[in-house]
C-alpha cells in the first residue's frame, strides 16, 4: 500500500498493509511444534519440519546478484512486490560512513532475483520499522541520531525526519488506527516517544512527545526540542519523564504496542486508547525465564496471531516466542544458532504470506538466514 492509498482508506484499515508479514493470515506457535532438533548444517536449531538456508553473508556477494551485503546486519522488514514476489531490507549498524540499509528481492518461488542498498552514508543503523504506506523507517543508535525514512525497492531517495527526534534511537513502529509513530530509545534511562504527524501517514511535519508517570499516572507532553540543539537530550527535557531500561524492539498489532526493554529483560504492551501500560514478561517473574537479552520483536500476520517473537541479543541466541493468550504467558525457543560467538540474533520478519522467517546473525560474521516450514495457519476472525 502506497502513501496515497494509506491515507485514502483512513486509518482504520492500516492493518492490511505491507512490512514484515502485516498482510499474512500465519500464526506460527512454537510450542505446536515440539522440542528444537539438533542444529542442521547451518547450525540452526529448528522444530521437525523446518529447515533453513543462508541468503547472504557479509563482505560476500549475494548469490545471483552483484551487490555485496553489508556488515553488521540488524533490524529488517518484508514487503510485497508484484507477482507474489517480496523484499527483506535489513539495516547496517555500522559506523558512518558504513551504515545505512541494504535489501534481497526475491520472486514468488523464493529465489533471490536482486540485492541492492536502499540508504548509505548514516550512522549506526539499528533497528526500525515498517510503515503501513510501505516505507522502511531505519534509525541511528547514536546520540542525536535521527530515523530515515527509506524506499525498500531504492528508487525512491531516503529523506531524514527530524521531527521523530534526535536521539539514540532503537526501533519505531506505527500505530495503524491513529497513525502515531511510536519510538524506543536505547539507553539506560531512556525514554518511549510518539510522533504525531500534521497529516496522518506523511511524517514532514508533527509534534513529538515524550511518556510522562507522576503519582502513578501516565500522561504525554511535547518534547520543547525535538532536536536536541539549544535544551539537551530529549529524555531529560520534560519533568516526569517515565524511566526506561534501554528500550530495543516495537511493533504495532491491532491496537496494541509491543516492546522490549533489554535492561531488565521486559516485553511490554501498550495501548494507546486505553493509555494502559503492562508488563508481559520479566526474566525475573516468568515461570518460563527462558528469554534474556531481548531486542529485536516481530509477528506474524492475521488477526489471530497471538504471540509475539522476541531476538536475543546473547543469550543462548535465540528467537522465542512469547504467548499472549496462555496463562502466565509461557515463552518458548522456537529457534536457536550455535556455533557463533559474540553475536546477536537481529531482524525478525515474516514475508508477507508467512510462509518465511528471515533474521541475520550480526558478527562473526554476519549471516541472513531463512527459515522455511509448516507454519500453524489461522485465518483471521
Known sequence: MDRRSFLRLGLGTGLAVAGSGLVSACEVLSSDYGALLPADTNGVMLPPGFTSRIVAVSGQTVAGTGHVWHSNPDGGAC???????????SNSETNTPGGGAGRIEFDGSGTV?????????????????????????SCEEVSRGLVWETDPFGVEVALPRPGLGAFT??????????????????????????FIPVVPGELEAGALHVMTEVGGVLGWAAVPDPGATTAGSTRYQVAGTKVFNGGEGIWCKGETLYFT???????????????????????????????TGVDNVTMPGGNGASHVFVAEDGGNLEIVAVDLETAGRPAVPFCRLTGRTSTEITGPAFNPAGDRLYFSSQRNPGETFEVRGPFRQHPPA
Open 169 to 194: 534511537h532503537e526501533a519505531a513502529a506505527v500505530h495503524a488506527p491513529t497513525g502515531h509513530v511510536y519510538l524506543t530509545e536505547d539507553r539506560t534511562d531512556g525514554a518511549f516517544y510518539r
Open 261 to 291: 526493554t533489554k535492561g531488565d529483560n521486559r516485553l511490554w504492551s501498550y495501548v494507546p486508547a486505553l493509555n494502559l501500560l503492562s508488563v508481559l514478561y520479566d526474566d525475573d517473574t516468568s515461570a518460563t525465564p527462558v528469554l
Open 79 to 89: 514487503y510485497p512486490t508484484s507477482g507474489g514476489g517480496w523484499v527483506y531490507v
Open 113 to 137: 532475483v536482486a540485492a541492492g542498498t536502499i540508504l548509505s552514508g548514516t550512522d549506526r543503523n539499528c533497528a526500525g520499522g515498517p510503515t503501513p504506506w510501505g516505507t522502511w523507517l
